[in-house]
């Protein structure tokens, strides 16, 4: 069974940085597309950020040099960094997964997801 567990979820003001983590079980990280997606409120999900199985990485609109993906081999982890943080970013950020290499940030690809972590960013 997948499980994908993330944290590192805070508010933070602008300008400010954060780390999320995702911690997988059931589920190898390292060989499998793995993503991130955010949704605020009333806004429908959008893609933030994806590391396939060869470690190709595409990013949202806008993303590009702010965030950056990564995973941990030796603790199954995928992370996301975030960094100049502003007010827009706020949303609940989650954790994706899907078998297979190759990837996406459409949220339709994935099979897996987390509960989510909220990020608040005030101004």
């Known amino acids: 069974q997948v499980q994908l567990v993330e944290s590192g979820g805070d508010s933070v003001q602008s300008g400010g940085s954060l780390r999320l983590s995702c911690t997988a079980s059931?589920?190898?990280?390292?060989?499998?597309?793995m993503g991130w997606f955010r949704q605020a409120l009333g806004k429908e999900r959008e893609g933030v950020a994806s590391?396939?199985?060869?470690?190709?990485?595409d990013y949202g609109d806008s993303l590009t040099g702010r965030f950056t993906i990564s995973r941990d081999y030796a603790k199954n982890t995928l992370y996301l960094e975030m960094n100049s943080l502003r007010p827009e970013d706020t949303a609940m950020y989650f954790c994706?997964?899907?078998?297979?290499?190759?990837?996406?940030?459409?949220?339709?690809?994935?099979?897996?997801w987390g509960q989510g972590t909220q990020v608040t960013v005030s101004s």
């Open positions: 059931g589920y190898d990280v390292n060989s499998n597309c």
């Open positions: 994706a997964a899907r078998h297979g290499a190759a990837c996406s940030l459409d949220p339709a690809y994935f099979n897996y």
């Open positions: 590391i396939s199985g060869n470690g190709f990485t």
